[in-house]
């Protein structure tokens, strides 16, 4: 089933040590609301987002609210590891850095479980058989129900299923009408432009073959179409976000409903994450369920042709 995903980055105040306070939580609160009018029920973290904030104000909205745990499904990540040991950024998805990671999610989630874990990124360092028996042990003390991976290709996910006792659910990549890398390696496999995209050609269709959901981060583009106003927007840019406020007008909806509907439109089934923490905009995006149907595939071709600033070959 197709679904909008509420991405909880922004919340929690900065990325630095500084904690976050009552006016932080009660933006997050804002945005949890928002989301559930808008019908969104799956939540998306990471044990990195904002240091750790982003998790913890969650966790106090989830803990202030009566029977909100039951009414939500939790996914975080682990596996990045940011300013320690003298380096910038680090991957670590050794055995202990993952059961030690998702213990501290839980703890500033205020929850015995997520209902899926993320790897968040490859980490060349890993061993499978590894990786195995954290997320076996983490699945049987009923601390994770499911596995998902981010920012892999298919050839690494099947290299890690290779060694799990369950299915990989999900696999969240950076999809939009924007990074249309994704979509480009599908049609440009006999061209010599396809050098210009570093997408591996196969992943969304191992994915779809697999039942592994794409869910797709960056969907709204970063508002580039939306009223964002880029500094030095390009030609595409500036006609695409034309293209975008004429069919909205057309449809009777916003610009971010035909964003995420234009993805959702793929057979591919993508889920779209919406990662803004302004009310305003999560509602916006209610409608992409219904824009995903009533898209023609001309206008859905239309955008991609214009964002692209190029005809298809």
């Not at 991405?7 to 904690?19: F, K």
């Not at 499978?128 to 997320?135: F, H, L, N, R, W």
Request: hydrophobic residues 40%.
């Amino acid at each position: 089933m197709q679904e909008l995903i509420y991405g909880c980055m922004g919340l929690g105040g900065s990325w630095t040590d500084e904690p976050h306070g009552p006016g932080h939580v009660d933006e997050a609160a804002a945005a949890v609301q928002a989301a559930l009018d808008a019908g969104i029920t799956l939540f998306d973290h990471a044990d990195i987002y904002r240091n750790g904030k982003s998790e913890a104000v969650f966790g106090e909205v989830l803990a202030g609210t009566a029977g909100l745990r039951d009414r939500i499904r939790l996914q975080t990540k682990c596996g990045i590891r940011l300013n320690e040991r003298g380096l910038q950024t680090h991957y670590d998805l050794s055995r202990d850095a993952i059961l030690e990671r998702v213990d501290g999610s839980l703890r500033r989630l205020r929850t015995d479980y997520v209902d899926v874990l993320l790897l968040h990124r490859p980490d060349p360092l890993a061993d499978p058989a590894e990786v195995a028996s954290a997320v076996g042990q983490l699945m049987s003390e009923g601390k994770v129900r499911h596995l998902g991976v981010s920012n892999m290709s298919a050839a690494q996910i099947e290299a890690l299923q290779d060694r799990l006792e369950t299915p990989v659910v999900a696999n969240q990549l950076e999809m939009s009408l924007l990074k249309r890398a994704w979509l480009e390696s599908q049609v440009l496999v006999n061209h010599a432009e396809h050098l210009d995209y570093s997408f591996p050609h196969g992943t969304v269709e191992y994915c779809t073959r697999n039942n592994i959901t794409l869910q797709a981060y960056g969907s709204l583009a970063r508002g580039t179409y939306t009223g964002a106003e880029p500094e030095n927007p390009t030609t595409a840019e500036a006609a695409t976000a034309r293209l975008v406020g004429g069919l909205a007008e057309q449809h009777n909806t916003t610009g971010e409903a035909i964003l995420l509907g234009w993805l959702m439109k793929h057979p591919a089934g993508i889920a779209p994450v919406v990662g803004t923490v302004n009310p305003r905009r999560i509602s916006a995006c209610s409608d992409a369920p219904r824009v995903a149907q009533a898209l023609s595939r001309a206008d859905w071709y239309r955008l991609w042709v214009t964002a692209r600033g190029s005809n298809i070959p």
